[in-house]
């Protein structure tokens, strides 16, 4: 009997550890895009993986994390460093997707950009005012350090 308590102790004292060592990273709103988004593109091949990125000292409140995100720009994929921003007031952000559709002879990729949206259908949102230091990709065996 003495056992178990033991186990049943060191177990309950790893599941609270483990949530009181949560996430506590500020990140901007996200939410999904209303009925009536932006306009797919169709794009040649999907985005790479993303890139891992160091994130600068948090500079406080206001301030939230924006994530670095693939962007098809013309003709190819751009990376978007993440960084440090205001997000606009009563807005969220709605990330990228893309998907694949048939088409006559091949299937065809679609990407519909991240956006930001008013939460409740109001006026079109600003982007967020940058604050603070934005990320440095972190070193990689193909970047030197």
């Given at each position: 009997?003495?056992?178990?308590?033991?186990?049943?102790?060191?177990?309950?004292?790893?599941?609270?550890?483990?949530?009181?060592?949560?996430?506590?990273?500020?990140?901007?709103?996200?939410?999904?895009?209303?009925?009536v988004a932006a306009a797919?593109?169709?794009?040649?091949?999907?985005?790479?993986?993303?890139?891992?990125?160091?994130?600068?000292?948090?500079?406080?409140?206001?301030?939230?994390?924006?994530?670095?995100?693939?962007?098809?720009?013309?003709?190819?994929?751009?990376?978007?460093?993440?960084?440090?921003?205001?997000?606009?007031?009563?807005?969220?952000?709605?990330?990228?997707?893309?998907?694949?559709?048939?088409?006559?002879?091949?299937?065809?990729?679609?990407?519909?950009?991240?956006?930001?949206?008013?939460?409740?259908?109001?006026?079109?949102?600003p982007e967020p005012r940058?604050?603070?230091?934005?990320?440095?990709?972190?070193?990689?065996?193909?970047?030197?350090?």
């Amino acid at each position: 009997m003495n056992v178990r308590f033991r186990v049943v102790a060191v177990v309950a004292s790893c599941v609270v550890g483990a949530a009181a060592c949560g996430p506590s990273l500020r990140t901007v709103p996200l939410g999904a895009p209303p009925d009536v988004a932006a306009a797919p593109q169709l794009v040649d091949v999907p985005p790479p993986p993303a890139k891992v990125e160091r994130i600068p000292p948090d500079p406080g409140k206001p301030c939230a994390w924006f994530d670095g995100r693939w962007e098809w720009v013309g003709e190819a994929w751009e990376w978007t460093a993440g960084g440090w921003v205001v997000p606009p007031p009563g807005c969220h952000f709605a990330t990228a997707e893309s998907g694949w559709a048939a088409g006559t002879d091949r299937s065809l990729l679609f990407y519909v950009p991240g956006r930001w949206y008013p939460d409740e259908g109001g006026k079109p949102c600003p982007e967020p005012r940058a604050c603070g230091a934005t990320t440095t990709e972190a070193p990689t065996a193909a970047t030197p350090r």
